[in-house]
């Protein structure tokens, strides 16, 4: 288990989150869609989350998502690091009635983010650009690349849940258990 705390003058934040877990989720950020998506993302990769965040959401929702991001990236890099016994690589497509994001994983060490989704509009009162920044946020300090591509979808809700969703499940399946060490050919990572 993983426990990051995270305090600036923009959020403050508790993040504990067992990746050998079930999908148990216990989140509290103020911004009701945002605590949406996290829970999904806890129930499809099944890993233990609780995140707490004091943010200054009356300013904007950017700081807490970003610092969110930030804060889960370093927990999760806290319970990976340093890989061994892993699958390493992996994807999933999860659709969400029409909309269909693909998401391809390395938990290789080498930051990196492929982010070709709508980014145009807003959910309710969350903006779609919001998303790209958690996820740039949680690649760069988890240290893994992603590609997240969407394929298709007209309904913003069931797109980005499908982001969210497609990312989860291919993050246990880069996590699954594998006999050999470490997937590198060299040797490290």
Do not use: Q, W
Request: charged content about 25%; aromatic content about 10%.
């Amino acid at each position: 288990m993983s426990v990051i705390k995270r305090e600036t003058k923009e959020t403050k934040i508790e993040i504990n989150i067992n990746i050998n877990g079930s999908g148990k989720a216990n989140i509290s950020t103020g911004v009701g869609f945002f605590d949406h998506m996290l829970e999904t993302l806890a129930k499809h990769s099944g890993i233990d989350m609780e995140i707490f965040c004091d943010g200054d959401i009356h300013v904007d929702y950017h700081h807490t998502v970003e610092d969110v991001g930030i804060a889960l990236g370093m927990a999760l890099y806290e319970e990976v690091f340093p890989v061994k016994n892993i699958e390493r690589f992996s994807n999933a497509v999860a659709i969400l009635d029409e909309a269909a994001v693909e998401v391809d994983l390395d938990i290789g060490g080498r930051p990196y983010l492929v982010y070709e989704m709508p980014t145009e509009g807003a959910i309710r009162d969350f903006d779609m650009e919001l998303v790209e920044e958690f996820f740039k946020s949680l690649v760069f300090n988890f240290k893994i690349a992603a590609h997240i591509i969407y394929k298709r979808g007209t309904n913003r809700h069931h797109i980005v849940e499908s982001a969210f969703k497609s990312f989860a499940v291919a993050l246990r399946r880069a996590l699954a258990y594998r006999e050999s060490d470490v997937p590198s050919t060299k040797g490290v990572l």
